[in-house]
Structures are given as structure tokens and as C-alpha cells.
């Protein structure tokens, strides 16, 4: 069974372009959510997706989004980009329709914005 | 606000030894309590889980302990080895569709 794919897995930006992660969930995964990880914050949620719907959303600014597809893969997009949005950004995928359930992560998408 | 807060930041530990990683919560309605293992440049990993109904869980060289009148919860690892080195993770989320809420991890490191 194929794990959860992030494309792609490497970005270098400047700073003020946009970009668009892509998420591959695990078959049969309906939810997919977005953590940022940084060295000094840890991992901090995004938002999460289940059946195209946003159902959750954490505290980060507008300029960050994210949407889901009817295959489940989801998107998520970074506009006016900011150094301090050099991160790794990961997905986890989850099969139930509740989030307490077992999560399983992606290796992640490393962005530099520069 | 960090509601789940993790300690030590850093751990050293002899092969053969025993690891523990502790967390602790304030947020009560937590009832689900997973711990994630991070290799460099990998995702994290999902290790073992406790629900709060269980005041221990082992899978393995695992062991996670729960107490939920002091909201803390630990991990253990029992003759760690070279390659348990990697950052552990503790992480908590209430009932439904909350997201987890994760430590900042334990960057642990197991020398021979």
C-alpha cells in the first residue's frame, strides 16, 4: 500500500511568488491535514480537509490555503511568501471520518523562500 | 499557548539504557495521546498511541505511562538502541475532529 506522497519534496522561492504543495493520501483516506515545521515552533497545524470540505483551520494568515479534491489529494497554496514561511511542510492523511485516528505523515515538502 | 509541553528538549542515553520522554497537558478534554518518531528528512511516524483509559500501553521496546489525574504522559523506551536515535514527538487532540496538538519533541540520541 503506497504512503502518503508530497510533491514536490524540494522549493526554493522569493520571497512575494506564490506556490502549490500537492498531497497524495493513503487509498481509501478521506482526511487530509497540513502541518508547518520549523526548528523553533515544532509542528503546527494548518488545516484539515475531509471529503473537499475545510473542517478545521489553525492560526496562520490568510495568504495561506488550502483545498481538496473528489480523489482526496489535497493542495495547499502559500501567496506573498515571506522568509518566515521556510519550512517543512507536511501532510498526514487519515482514513476515518474523525481525526482521532491513526495519522500518517508524508516526508514532507522542504520550502525556502529566499 | 503550548498546551502540550514536552521534556527533555535533548537526551543522551547509553545503548542498553532506558529513554523517557515526558509530556504534560492542561487541556482535560484531550483523550487521545499518540507519540511520533521523526527521522532526518522523513515524516513523522506514528510510534504507539494511549486513550485515557489505560493507565499503560507496551508495544515492544515501547511503553507509554498515563496519568491522568497529574495530565502527564510519558514515553519509554527499553534498551535503546543506536537506531531509536531520531526527534519523538507527543501529541494530544480531543474527542471528534480536532487536530493533534503536538510537543516540540525530544531529540534523542543513543550512543554506543
Known amino acids: 500500500k503506497a504512503g502518503v506522497t508530497q510533491t514536490p519534496r524540494y522549493l526554493i522561492k522569493t520571497r512575494g511568488q506564490q506556490v502549490t504543495l500537492s498531497c497524495s493520501p493513503i487509498s481509501g483516506h478521506r482526511s487530509v491535514s497540513w502541518y508547518q515545521q520549523t526548528p523553533g515552533q515544532g509542528l503546527q497545524f494548518l488545516f484539515e480537509?475531509?471529503?473537499?470540505?475545510?473542517?478545521n483551520k489553525g492560526n496562520f494568515p490568510g495568504r495561506f490555503s488550502g483545498r481538496q479534491f473528489s480523489n482526496s489529494r489535497s493542495e495547499m497554496n502559500v501567496s506573498t511568501l515571506e522568509l518566515g514561511d521556510s519550512a517543512l511542510y507536511l501532510c498526514a492523511s487519515s482514513l476515518g471520518a474523525t481525526l482521532n485516528t491513526e495519522a500518517f505523515f508524508g516526508q514532507g515538502t522542504r520550502l525556502t523562500v529566499v | 499557548q503550548q498546551q502540550v509541553k514536552q521534556s527533555p528538549q535533548s537526551l543522551i542515553v547509553q545503548k542498553g539504557g532506558i529513554s523517557i520522554i515526558n509530556c504534560a497537558y492542561e487541556?482535560?478534554?484531550?483523550?487521545?495521546f499518540p507519540w511520533y518518531q521523526q527521522f532526518p528528512g522523513k515524516g513523522p511516524a506514528l510510534l504507539i498511541a494511549i486513550r485515557p483509559d489505560v493507565s499503560e500501553k507496551k508495544e515492544g521496546r515501547f511503553t507509554i505511562s498515563f496519568n491522568k489525574s497529574a495530565k502527564q504522559f510519558s514515553l519509554h523506551i527499553m534498551d535503546s538502541q543506536p537506531g531509536d536515535s531520531a526527534t519523538y514527538f507527543c501529541a494530544a487532540s480531543t474527542g471528534g475532529n480536532t487536530p493533534l496538538v503536538f510537543g516540540k519533541g525530544t531529540r534523542l540520541s543513543v550512543i554506543a
Open positions: 480537509y475531509f471529503s473537499e470540505t475545510q473542517r
Open positions: 487541556n482535560t478534554a484531550f483523550d487521545y
